[in-house]
């Protein structure tokens, strides 16, 4: 059921433009209105005026990397529990521990599929309308 996905803000953080148009295109094909950011200044410039369900974030970023976008996230109160999912093009176990030290809610590998994309969503959004009455 795509319709789950239409009231959905997500925030793409990323450094590459592929990355950030292959992740917009998908999520705006499903209903999702899609708010992009090139690094992590960027995206702390629009997130406050954007107030996104999710946001997906890029480990290696020039600046600011994902770790520290997602730690000064997680410690603004008004986006703590705002879900964060960390991309790396690395598997890597100390990137995924380090990753939840600074409390990022998944961890995806790029390239990631459409499936794991929304599936990351399904998990940390509650995207049927039905439940979030009960939210």
């Given at each position: ?6 009231s ?67 410690n ?47 998990a ?12």
């Open positions: 059921m795509e319709d789950d996905f239409k959905l803000k997500v925030m793409v953080i990323d450094d590459s433009k592929t990355i950030r148009r292959t992740a917009e295109t998908l999520l705006k094909k499903v209903g999702c209105t899609v708010v992009t950011a090139t690094d992590g200044f960027d995206a702390l410039a629009k997130i406050a005026d954007t107030q996104p369900n999710i946001i997906f974030v890029d480990i290696m970023m020039p600046r600011l990397d994902g770790y520290q976008t997602c730690a000064l996230i997680k603004n109160s008004a986006f703590k529990s705002t879900p964060v999912i960390m991309l790396s093009s690395k598997d890597g176990l100390f990137d995924k521990a380090k990753g939840r030290i600074v409390g990022s809610d998944q961890y995806l590998t790029k390239p990631f599929s459409k499936e794991e994309l929304l599936g990351a969503i399904r940390h959004v509650n995207t049927s309308s039905s439940a979030s009455a009960n939210a």
